[in-house]
């Protein structure tokens, strides 16, 4: 029951502007064949996303939180695309319902007509910021399930109503297909298939609701099944109602011409209800809740995920200029659906269309996306991210396919939604090919180091002199030394250190740590003074692996670096190491920060930030 419950919400949030309006649009275009073809791969998309989701869950350590843990780490570096994929998506649904709702109405026209506007998209994010304030993510499926309740009962109206419920003569491609200059159904078909089985990949909507569903012991496979399924019939009622008032009342509807000369139609069902309001008040009415109840589903979903997402990152940045503005502003979603509002204005206000906003989930996400699932899976999904390439390429792609659009080029279109794609395949066969070919160089050389003359020029090369020891060359200087980002200090182990087999004691690497972290900090904050200091530096936590022995007269050297830090917390990263350079273990601490009067927490201080900012 638990998965239908989500199933539903899953189908509801994932019915935005652009699965709303433009199965109409697909409809009008191609038919039933446009529609199919629209529809399949939307519901696809949505079912294989659950599918994996679930594998990623089942496959990673950590129990119900395992999903989360791993989202953590996997949407580091996709922060700024995962934000704007929601912004880009938000903005089309709300633009989708006034453009295509409110504006046919002709509510108000003329000077007011602004005004009126300004109210519609204003009415429409609060409605969605009410919504998600009231409904987090542990309620929202109970009021989705409210909701999508309503929309049944909407829809039922609707198909009552229509007489008749099948027109004749039965017509598979579109009766206007010809008004559609330069339309070629392939080259919507594959960039329309190639974005739709990966858009829910940076959906954090989509991504929060996989947390939650593992959270609660349930199948996220049968959740995201329920809602394909779902999501399936509702783009297939709407598209075939569209369908329906093409047969039913041909020529009566008006065709908008876009800024690109070319025909549009995504409201013809609204003008067939306002145009013929003696068709069924009720049935009008039903058709206006449908659409307002896909439209409020999507927004609440976006403004939790938003909130989670915002509240999540604002607390782990370490962005000194973030710090200086209240957190409560910059976690919440309301400046994001401000922005949002101004959007869809500028949108309208343009006479811009939906497939503007459609470009972006064809061409430009679809790298990202298609790199996201790769780091699901692929042995080198912790590399780092090649930000600019991966930006260069994806706004070229998106060029390549406005152009294609513009022009009615099916060629250009189908290049500006592979293109990405093949990049982003390139990008991941190298980098794993480099890992292989690493791993198996390890391998060989590990093998060839057990040969005995190999072995016996190792041996003479790494015979330690005294003069070797005396005079290094400063490489082991008494207070320590930096190599890149690493902080490096070496030292002899000595009787003192060892245990009464004769290895080093496992307290004592605890202590070489400690020495080697203060050395850091005298070298990093050469001016800090305990007497006249505002803030103290605490140990919040300490792990270490032990990896292998030491023994007395090893040289032992301990590295140790930052590795991350946010608001309040530093987390430095260490490892030790022996004689011939081999792993004796390695750990991290987390670092707090307390006021010298009243040992209250602070914000990491300024004089921390600058000091580790360089060894960053």
């Known amino acids: 029951m638990n998965a239908i419950l989500w199933g539903n919400s899953v189908a509801l949030s994932w019915m935005w502007g652009l699965g709303l309006f433009f199965s109409v649009q697909m409809t009008f275009m191609f038919g039933l064949q446009g529609l199919l073809m629209f529809a399949i791969p939307n519901a696809l998309g949505l079912m294989l996303f659950g599918l994996l989701t679930d594998n990623v869950a089942k496959s990673h350590s950590g129990g119900q939180e395992s999903l989360a843990i791993f989202f953590d780490k996997f949407s580091k570096p996709f922060r700024l695309i995962l934000y704007l994929y929601q912004i880009v998506a938000l903005s089309l649904t709300v633009f989708a319902l006034v453009k295509y709702l409110f504006v046919p109405l002709q509510l108000a026209t003329g000077p007011l007509l602004a005004m009126y506007l300004c109210l519609i998209v204003f009415v429409i994010l609060a409605a969605g910021c009410l919504f998600g304030e009231e409904f987090n993510i542990t309620k929202i499926k109970l009021s989705h399930a409210l909701l999508g309740g309503i929309l049944a009962i909407c829809v039922g109206v609707i198909l009552f109503n229509l007489k008749p419920l099948v027109p004749e003569p039965f017509q598979w491609t579109s009766p206007f297909q010809d008004m559609w200059r330069g339309a070629r159904f392939y080259g919507y078909a594959i960039p329309l298939v190639i974005g739709l089985l990966v858009g829910p990949w940076l959906d954090l909507q989509h991504w929060q609701r996989a947390i939650q569903i593992h959270r609660e012991k349930t199948s996220i496979r049968a959740s995201y099944f329920f809602g394909g399924s779902i999501f399936f019939l509702m783009l297939l009622f709407h598209g075939s109602l569209a369908m329906w008032v093409m047969k039913a009342d041909p020529g009566h509807f008006a065709v908008t011409e876009g800024l690109d000369k070319f025909n549009y139609a995504h409201d013809l069902v609204t003008q067939y209800f306002q145009r013929n309001p003696g068709a069924g008040g009720i049935m009008r009415m039903a058709y206006f809740i449908f ?150 160089a390890g391998e060989v050389m590990e093998a060839a180091s057990e040969i005995p003359a190999i072995k016996a020029i190792t041996k003479t090369a ?136 009243d040992y209250a927490l602070l914000d990491i201080p300024s004089e921390v930030y600058q000091a580790f900012m360089k060894y960053l």
Request: aromatic share 14%.
């Open 462 to 597: 790494n015979v330690v002199t005294s003069s070797d020891v005396v005079a290094p060359h400063d490489h082991h200087a008494l207070g320590g030394h930096f190599e890149d980002k690493w902080f490096v200090y070496s030292m002899i182990a000595t009787y003192q250190d060892t245990n009464s087999v004769g290895n080093v004691y496992f307290g004592m690497y605890a202590l070489f740590v400690g020495k080697t972290r203060e050395l850091f900090f005298n070298v990093a904050m050469p001016d800090f003074d305990l007497k006249t200091t505002k803030f103290y530096i605490l140990t919040r936590s300490f792990e270490h692996k032990f990896v292998r022995e030491a023994r007395e007269f090893d040289t032992i050297t301990i590295k140790i670096k930052v590795a991350d830090f946010n608001r309040k917390f530093c987390t430095l990263e260490h490892q030790i190491f022996g004689s011939e350079n081999e792993l004796l273990g390695k750990g991290k601490q987390s670092l707090l920060f307390v006021s010298s009067k």
């Open 291 to 440: 659409l307002g109840i896909c439209a409020l589903t999507t927004l609440d979903s976006g403004y939790v995920a938003l909130k989670w997402f915002l509240e999540k990152n604002v607390e782990k940045s370490d962005n000194m200029l973030i710090s200086l503005i209240p957190k409560q502003i910059l976690g919440s979603p309301v400046p994001t659906f401000l922005i949002i509002g101004g959007i869809t204005l500028i949108g309208i206000l343009a006479k811009l269309q939906l497939e503007y906003f459609m470009v972006f989930y064809a061409s430009f996400f679809v790298g990202y996306a298609a790199l996201a699932i790769a780091r699901c899976y692929v042995p080198n999904s912790q590399q780092p991210l090649p930000q600019i390439r991966m930006f260069m390429m994806s706004s070229v792609s998106l060029v390549i396919f406005a152009f294609g659009y513009m022009s009615s080029q099916t060629v250009w279109l189908i290049a500006g939604s592979i293109a990405p794609l093949a990049y982003v395949m390139w990008l991941v066969f190298n980098a794993d090919l480099l890992r292989v070919v690493t791993e198996k």
